[in-house]
């Protein structure tokens, strides 16, 4: 079964840039997460899709962060305009909620640096 | 007050040691994941717990669920374990999981 998968694995940009990061889930997993994880600190929740809806996006900096799931199937992040502690790096996870409570299947990461 | 709380933040040891990762958490949960993280940023799921313990090779993780605490040991530790090592707690509620900061480890040759 293949995994989470997510593009580009790193990213520099300088401050005020755009940038996208695109995730693609397990198959059939309905349920798909962004985390941000500054260095030193555990992944933060981002954004929550059920299918093409979001669940929750409490955390999303709204203001410059935007996340899409048209079709319910990939996903992307967007970060317009990025500033310098946006530098992380952003783990996209997806679940199908028939693997049990809690079951989350991360991708590899997106390390950005913003300078 | 985190609600999840790893401990140590660092582990130096060396290569063959035992190690022990603590975790205490606060809420209610179904489930309680061990994750690995690399250097890269990719996550590992090592395990995932609701009750008792479990072993993969050298890795043996333990759940005391009365207590709200969990561990996660390394026998004969080696330089490749060096890594991050994050608790995470999946709440009771939802399919939330609250992520502990993690403890860096590093086993020295």
């Known amino acids: 079964e293949a995994g989470v998968a997510q593009s580009p694995r790193y990213k520099i940009i300088e401050k005020r840039q755009s940038v996208a990061f695109w995730c693609n889930p397990i198959s059939g997993h309905a349920t798909l997460y962004w985390y941000q994880q500054i260095l030193g600190q555990g992944p933060k929740l981002l954004i929550q899709f059920q299918n093409n809806g979001v669940v929750d996006d409490s955390q999303l900096p709204k203001d410059r962060f935007s996340a899409e799931r048209l079709k319910g199937v990939d996903s992307t992040l967007k970060i317009q305009p990025a500033k310098l502690e946006d530098s992380a790096v952003y783990l996209c996870?997806?679940?199908?909620?028939?693997?049990?409570?809690?079951?989350?299947?991360f991708g590899p990461g997106t390390r950005l640096l913003v300078l | 007050k985190n609600e999840v709380e790893q401990s140590p933040q660092n582990l130096t040891a060396q290569e063959g040691e035992f190690i022990t990762i603590n975790c205490s958490y606060s809420v209610g949960i179904s489930a309680l994941h061990w994750l690995q993280q690399h250097p890269g940023g990719g996550i590992v799921s090592l395990f995932m717990?609701?009750?008792g313990k479990k072993k993969h090779g050298r890795l043996i993780a333990t759940i005391n669920i009365q207590e709200k605490h969990s561990s996660l040991h390394i026998t004969a530790s080696h330089p490749r374990d060096s890594a991050v090592y994050i608790c995470?707690?999946?709440?009771?509620?939802?399919?939330?999981?609250?992520f502990g900061k993690g403890t860096r480890l590093h086993i020295l040759p």
């Open positions: 996870a997806s679940s199908s909620g028939t693997s049990g409570p809690g079951t989350q299947y």
């Open positions: 995470a707690a999946a709440s009771g509620r939802d399919d939330k999981i609250i």
């Open positions: 717990l609701s009750s």
